[in-house]
């Protein structure tokens, strides 16, 4: 009961929040695959992109592409960041609009960074120019104006909830108008890039999805943390250290996928032995990466820097070695028998991923309860 409870501060908030972030997931892990897989999704993209090229018509090809150029990634994050900056600075004492401002800072800059991950991650083309209205370049999935207009729209629809009755936007019949205009405006901002073909449909609806798990994930988080401090209790110890965790994570992941994507720009392959040599090598800089963040930060009133301590880190190291060596392989060797076709960047990225999810959380609990425990 207490799960479903509107009142409490890990009810429903937080049940709906995961059950947002599991759909979300599903649906863009779905559409992936279909990609990957050619499926029909793929030929139905290559339809759709083909009928509207057939019948654009000049004027509203000009009207579509000043639409999108108002509401461009660039310009919708460039305006986010302005305006957390703006509500950091002014709200010094006023959590309300501290707690904006570091909403709409962690929306923005994790937004951009997962659109150039995940294209950078897939490389898949955009149409054929001879299908284009409007000449794009680049790669395509997931379509970063999608992924933008949800996670934007999704910050902003969240924030005036926040505002109370009696002031604009307070009462549940202007924020219901605003919700049903920032859904159409996601909804445009999509359709628009398939009538342009700049994006494919499975482009669009990746980036709604990507955007659905990302503004899903950092809205719970900013509401549980908002109601813990209206209440005046402590935020949970375990959970503060994973949240310091997870920007430790941060951190490591850019070292992490930057050595492997090195290595496999320098010497392709699609061995899963030699995949794991080189997720080895990786791990290698991005434990010592970890061990510094983690004693200066995360368990830094826990930090000794003695033998046992540092032999402990050490063990973690090898324990999340072995994890994601083991993970990486299993993922990697069944992509490669399943998708065949599937490029070495991508099935080693995939199934680093993978193994990074894993072993990440598995090295969490041993850090937390034994390298930095109170106890030892």
Request: net charge positive.
């Amino acid at each position: 009961v207490r799960r479903f409870s509107p009142n409490g501060i890990y009810g429903l908030v937080l049940t709906v929040g995961l059950v947002l972030t599991g759909l979300f997931s599903w649906a863009f892990g779905g559409i992936v695959q279909d990609v990957v897989a050619r499926d029909p999704l793929v030929r139905t993209d290559l339809a759709v992109v083909s009928y509207f090229h057939a019948h654009g018509e000049p004027y509203l090809t000009t009207v579509v592409s000043v639409f999108e150029a108002v509401f461009s990634p660039s310009v919708l994050l460039t305006v986010s960041a302005i305006a957390g900056l703006t509500f950091l600075v002014r709200g010094r004492g006023d959590f309300e609009m501290g707690l904006s401002g570091v909403v709409l800072l962690v929306t923005a800059t994790g937004t951009a960074a997962l659109s150039i991950l995940f294209k950078l991650m897939f490389h898949r083309p955009r149409p054929p120019s001879s299908l284009q209205l409007v000449q794009e370049t680049g790669f395509g999935f997931p379509s970063s104006h999608a992924v933008v207009a949800v996670v934007v729209g999704a910050t902003v629809w969240y924030l005036f909830g926040l505002r109370p009755l009696g002031r604009w936007g307070g009462s549940w019949q202007e924020k219901s108008r605003i919700g049903l205009a920032i859904v159409a405006l996601a909804l445009f901002v999509g359709l628009g890039r398939v009538y342009t073909g700049a994006s494919y449909p499975s482009d669009v609806l990746a980036g709604w999805a990507l955007g659905g798990v990302w503004a899903s994930v950092c809205l719970t988080a900013a509401e549980v943390f908002r109601r813990l401090r209206a209440e005046g209790q402590p935020l949970p110890e375990a959970g503060v250290r994973y949240a310091r965790f997870s920007l430790v994570g941060v951190s490591n992941a850019v070292v992490d996928l930057g050595a492997i994507n090195l290595l496999l720009f320098l010497y392709p392959t699609r061995e899963p032995w030699l995949l794991v040599l080189y997720n080895l090598l990786a791990l290698a800089v991005t434990n010592a990466n970890s061990y510094l963040w983690n004693t200066l930060w995360t368990f830094r009133h826990h930090a000794r820097h003695d033998a046992r301590q540092m032999g402990l880190f050490t063990l973690q190291g090898v324990l999340n070695a072995a994890i994601a060596s083991g993970v990486l392989w299993v993922v990697a060797h069944l992509l490669l028998a399943f998708y065949p076709a599937l490029s070495a960047q991508l099935a080693g990225n995939i199934a680093k991923l993978a193994s990074m999810f894993v072993a990440s959380s598995a090295s969490f609990l041993f850090l937390h309860y034994l390298v930095f425990n109170k106890k030892h």
